[in-house]
């Protein structure tokens, strides 16, 4: 009994749940002794003495072609939205190229002028040690000495310009960017 129920209503489903197929059907329009427009999906409902000055039309429940489908419209803004994306991202990368450019600067010129200062330091060791100092004048000794101090000086201005940078560079600079090279 409960099978031959369950049959029943699985059959009335497919029947009057049509699947993937578009369906017309057709719509009867008149007008009747008083001017008054009715529009009736079955020819029963039409009056006898009218029935000459019915209009028939067949509707379908296929969009019009010139209609979007909204797969369609979904499937433009998924491709709008990739094309937005892919812009996006490659403006990050442009970005992060730039603040690579502009760290790998800062740190070759830190590193020369670091470098700078050793050599400086070193001069100015050489005359004044023990040993060299019979090779060196006090005039040697006086420019070794202005020497270090300028290089000093520099390295100072290049390590407050990339105290600066990384500032900038953490309230500027993509995040992601920011904390691989800082954080």
């Known amino acids: 009994m409960l099978r031959n129920v369950t049959i029943f209503l699985v059959a009335l489903i497919f029947v009057l749940l049509p699947v993937g197929r ?3 059907a057709t719509i009867y329009k008149y007008t009747d002794e008083n001017g008054v427009i009715h529009i009736v999906d079955s020819p029963e409902k039409i009056p006898p ?4 000055k019915v209009e028939k039309t067949k509707i379908s429940s296929k969009p019009k072609e010139e209609e979007k489908d909204y797969k369609s419209v979904f499937d433009e803004e998924i491709e709008k939205s990739a094309e937005e994306a892919e812009a996006e991202k490659k403006k990050k990368e442009e970005e992060i190229k ?3 450019e502009k760290k790998n600067k800062l740190l070759a010129e830190l590193s020369e002028a670091e470098e700078k ?3 400086a330091e070193a001069f100015r060791l050489r005359t004044v040690s023990s040993y060299s100092r019979k090779n060196y ?3 040697d000794r006086k ?4 020497q270090l101090e300028v290089a000093k000086e520099n390295y100072e201005k290049v390590k407050q ?3 600066e940078f990384k500032e900038s560079a953490r309230t500027d600079a ?3 960017w920011w904390r691989e090279n800082f954080f």
Do not use: F
């Open 22 to 24: 578009s369906h017309s």
């Open 49 to 52: 003495s009218l029935e000459e």
């Open 98 to 100: 730039e603040w690579d």
């Open 117 to 119: 200062v050793k050599r």
């Open 137 to 139: 004048t006090n005039a």
């Open 143 to 146: 420019m070794a000495q202005k």
């Open 161 to 163: 310009r990339w105290e």
């Open 174 to 176: 993509p995040y992601e």
